[in-house]
Structures are given as structure tokens and as C-alpha cells.
């Protein structure tokens, strides 16, 4: 949902700015993603020949992408993927995008051993 809500603007070159609400009541809060040189290509092509106001990701390069559209493709890339792996392989056809966000997180947390980091971290603060 994030994602699909930024605008060209939130794009800085390096990285992206991400709106979301949070609390009570809820309040608008911005948080900032450091990106790849794979994903500045990728945002930099996105943004391309659009003005700062326009929504980054669009159905139609006007429009912009709404759930029920992303939510299909996020489908469709999950059913085109288990077309051809093999059992092991395969994704769940009940995932999700946000479910998919949170295992790569997971899965960053534990290549770069944070998990053991931020249990070290808590523990000292204790």
C-alpha cells in the first residue's frame, strides 16, 4: 500500500520515501528506504518523463496503482513463477505481497545476523 501511494517526488535519486499512518489517533508518519543501484535504475525508469506530483507507479502511466490491480499482478507473478518450480520450489497461491515483504525481511534479519544483534542490544539495555 506504501508503495503503491508514492509519488514521483518521494523519489530522490537514491532513495525512496515511504508514507504511512500509525498510532492513535493515526498520524501520518515518513520513513526512507536506502536502494540498490538495480532498484535506483529501476525507480529512476519509472519515474521517467513524469512530473513530481504524479503517482510513481500508474495502471496507465495516469492512473494511479490501485489495490485490487496490484493485488492480481502480485498473483499472476506468483502463478507465472510456479509454472516452472519444481515442488520444492514453489509459492503459495495464498500469499501475499505483505507476506512476501515480511519473509524477505526476515530473511535480511538473518543473513546479517541482526536477530542476534538486537537480542544482544536488548538485553544491555535491560
Do not use: C
Not at 59 to 74: G, L, S
Not at 80 to 87: I, L, M, W
Amino acid at each position: 500500500m506504501e508503495l503503491a501511494a508514492t509519488l514521483v517526488v518521494d523519489f530522490d535519486g537514491h532513495t525512496l520515501r515511504l508514507a504511512h499512518r500509525k498510532g492513535r489517533p493515526a498520524k501520518l508518519r515518513w520513513r526512507y528506504v536506502a536502494l540498490s543501484a538495480e532498484a535506483i535504475e529501476f525507480f529512476k525508469e519509472q519515474s521517467k518523463d513524469k512530473l513530481p506530483g504524479v503517482s510513481l507507479f500508474t495502471e496507465d502511466r495516469e492512473t494511479p496503482w490501485r489495490r485490487h490491480v496490484w493485488a492480481k499482478e502480485v498473483r499472476a507473478a506468483i502463478a507465472n513463477h510456479n509454472r516452472d518450480a519444481s515442488a520444492k520450489r514453489r509459492i503459495s497461491t495464498h500469499a501475499t505481497a505483505y507476506g512476501l515483504r515480511h519473509a524477505r525481511i526476515s530473511e535480511l534479519l538473518q543473513i546479517f545476523a541482526m536477530q542476534e544483534k538486537l537480542a544482544a542490544l536488548k538485553d544491555r539495555l535491560a
